[in-house]
């Protein structure tokens, strides 16, 4: 089944603990995004990557990290959180098309509450 | 300004009404145009690509107006599964791998 997974779904922790949401799509797709959603505020873009090595600051990247080693996974990093990273994070990919990306792929969603 | 903006809504609708949403975005250069779905805080998922010719799948039709710089989403004959939040999307031409989400309308159609 054609999807993209991520990793874990629900996670609380606490300020200052780094940690890693993982992302995996199995339809070798280039293009892989992170959004994080809030209340009000619609879906905001992280990072995004349109291809192995190489990735790219959204519109809200500051507090983030990525790396894209292998085309499958698209890991997001949280190098030191803190509770204004409270949020459900969505991870995408998609085929380009004439070098856009284009219908986007969601994984299900990630919950963080950092405290 | 926002980059994409969409009246929020909600919109409460009866079963069978007929909808429509806009969604306004400010470059210019803008190359692609995507309506998704959304249900309460799960995936995004595509609903509709918009193309300049405009298309139509079913009780759904897109539009664009590249001179106005909207797009716009017409939903005929609602149904009570047609409640969601549906969001507008744009790929700004200027920077090839940013998308950018309008905040989303809430659509609920009742019996």
């Known amino acids: 089944e054609a999807q993209v997974t991520q990793n874990p779904r629900y996670l609380i922790t606490v300020t200052g603990k780094k940690l890693t949401v993982t992302c995996s799509q199995n339809m070798n797709h280039e293009y892989m995004s992170w959004y994080r959603q809030d209340p009000g505020l619609g879906l905001r873009q992280i990072y995004y990557?349109?291809?192995?090595?190489?990735?790219d600051k959204g519109d809200v990247p500051e507090g983030y990290k990525v790396s894209r080693k292998e085309k499958r996974n698209f890991p997001l990093i949280l190098e030191s959180p803190s509770p204004n990273q409270t949020s459900l994070y969505f991870c995408?990919?998609?085929?380009?098309?004439?070098?856009?990306?284009?219908?986007?792929?969601f994984g299900p969603g990630t919950r963080l509450t950092v405290t | 300004r926002k980059e994409v903006e969409q009246d929020p809504g909600p919109f409460n609708v009866p079963e069978g009404a007929t909808v429509a949403f806009n969604c306004t975005y400010s470059?210019?250069?803008?190359?692609?145009f995507f309506w998704y779905r959304q249900d309460c805080r799960k995936e995004p998922k595509l609903l509709m690509s918009?193309?300049?010719s405009g298309n139509e799948d079913g009780r759904f039709t897109a539009q664009l107006n590249r001179a106005s710089q909207y797009i716009s989403l017409l939903i005929r004959d609602s149904k009570l599964s047609d409640s969601a939040t549906y969001l507008c999307?744009?790929?700004?031409?200027?920077?090839?791998?940013?998308?950018?989400f309008g905040d989303g309308t809430t659509l609920t159609v009742k019996p």
């Open positions: 995408a990919s998609s085929p380009r098309d004439r070098g856009y990306p284009y219908e986007q792929y």
């Open positions: 999307v744009v790929n700004p031409g200027t920077n090839a791998g940013k998308s950018t």
């Open positions: 470059n210019s250069a803008s190359q692609s």
């Open positions: 918009v193309y300049s």
């Open positions: 990557s349109m291809n192995v090595e190489v990735t």
